[in-house]
């Protein structure tokens, strides 16, 4: 019998004691974000989808010299490079840059392998679409536009 | 899919009830099927594979490096152990070297991801007795470690941030700050996790004595993990077969008494507390150098290799065959969830429902690592 009350007692104890931890959370202040209304600051090292670096002191904005690396080093066969020979400029120029990032998997070895470092991950997450097709970045035009 | 088990139909008390595939306490698409008898479930059948990936074979269609973002998505709740037996299993294959100070951030970074698997699987097993709050207490700590990791990986759960010679990046000064304050903020919280559930009463009359695995049962099972711990068996690879530079930190294996749902809580909440030693010792010691030895051209010669890690589910093996190419011949994963799963029918027959779910959550199953 004495079991009984000494457990009723101990376990009574404990939930106040809980209840305590609940109370003191409640005084605190709040730490709840009202997004989207609110934003936290992101990492800059946050990957979104890959892009093109700008590069301001080259006429083609950016340094890809078309060698197929990052397209060929992608797991999830994403990445579309392609260029074409132009007179009078040395090696290829990029035509077309395209990432389908329905189906990219954001590892980085495209990043990693660029031999130029011509690429980066965006800082770009609130992405929501409703085809497939809002999904399929042109690099190229993404970085006209900047 | 049908259920392969014979239920007893003659007796007209019984019937079968589908727990699943989307029931909140079962953390995934998994579908058990009961018999019941009232409340007491007579039967047990889960039916695996609603979450079946191909993980195994997309491992097998392309080249190695390809595979590291596949394996962050199998466990994304602890994805960095996941990371790390992957790349080591290339490492030894190829006999490539690390630099000692990647050896040391990928048992920082994966201890990290240790407690924060951890804090999940606390928050959600108590969630799934019914208490609302510690999950958000649990996910309060848990965000520090993934803005943390997230300012180093890039990425807050599925990570890929290990690669064969090295990891991806190096750790800043900000990280180590971050880090260091972690701990400081954690060690204060254990007590009040210990106040706000361990010691409530309703909660350990909801686990104690529920789901009791004995050491030999956690044996024939091949259970691994809290659960094997739980049992008081004190295995862990970080100690029985050193990777990495484990050997190089003094740590602890708790272990449990009595095998019930309780030991297996205790179990999480002490390594919580040797993973926070480990990454204070492995911040001490952090050598200087270079974090990523790029590997010459790779080939997986023909022959075959594994490698065993300890996740924050217990032991994980990979098993490669090679064949001369850079494409492994045969890529098999050994995850911890699937035996801890195995565990479910013997453990639970008899049971009354409510303490099924209790017994399940304390396995603390990630269903895609189960079906991969």
Known sequence: MSGYFSEIYTGGKSLLIGLGVTFRAFIKPVVTVQYPREKIDVSPNIRGHIELIKCNDIEAKHDCRVCGMCAKNCPCNCIVVEGEKQEGVKGKVLTVFTVDFTKCSLCGLCVETCSRSALRFSNEYELAGFTREEFHFDLIKRLEEK | ?372
């Open chain 2, 1 to 372: 899919m049908a259920t392969q088990t014979k239920f007893d139909t003659q007796d007209k008390h019984r019937f079968l009830l589908n727990m699943g595939p989307q029931h909140p306490a079962t953390h995934g698409v998994l579908r058990v099927v009961l018999e019941m008898d009232g409340e007491y479930t007579m039967g047990i059948d889960p039916i695996l594979g609603y979450g079946h990936r191909m993980q195994e074979k997309m491992g097998e269609s392309k080249v190695w490096p390809g595979f590291y973002p596949n394996t962050g998505r199998m466990d994304y709740v602890g994805a960095m152990p996941f990371n790390h037996g992957y790349v080591a299993l290339i490492e030894r294959m190829a006999g490539v070297t690390v630099p000692e100070r990647a050896e040391y951030i990928r048992v920082i970074t994966s201890e990290l991801n240790r407690i924060s698997s951890h804090l999940l699987g606390i928050g959600a097993y108590v969630l799934d007795l019914g208490a609302f709050t510690p999950i958000l207490y649990a996910f309060d700590d848990r965000e520090d470690i993934l803005d943390a990791l997230e300012d180093i990986t890039g990425s807050r759960l599925t990570y890929c941030y290990y690669r064969a010679g090295g990891v991806s990046k190096d750790i800043d000064d900000t990280f180590i700050r971050r880090t260091r304050a972690f701990i400081e903020n954690f060690r204060t919280r254990i007590p009040m996790y210990n106040d706000l559930v361990t010691n409530n009463i309703i909660f350990i009359k909801r686990t104690k004595d529920v789901g009791i695995i004995t050491a030999d049962m956690a044996r024939r099972y091949g259970a691994t993990g809290p659960v094997l711990r739980g049992s008081g068996i004190a295995y862990d690879i970080r100690k029985s077969e050193p990777y990495s530079v484990y050997s190089q930190f003094d740590f602890d294996i708790p272990t449990g008494e009595n095998g019930d749902s309780l030991d297996r809580y205790n179990v999480r909440i002490h390594e919580m507390e040797q993973s926070l030693r480990i990454i204070e010792q492995a911040l001490d010691k952090l050598p200087d150098g270079p974090v990523y030895e790029k590997p010459k051209k790779v080939k997986l010669q023909p022959g075959d290799c594994s490698f065993s890690v300890e996740t924050a589910r217990g032991a994980l093996t990979y098993y490669l065959v090679g064949d001369g190419s850079e494409t492994p011949y045969k890529l098999k994963i050994r995850v911890p969830s699937f035996s801890n799963l195995s565990l479910l029918r013997e453990m639970c027959e008899g049971m009354l429902i409510a303490d099924l779910v209790s017994a399940m959550g304390s396995l603390d199953l990630v269903i895609p690592e189960i079906d991969r």
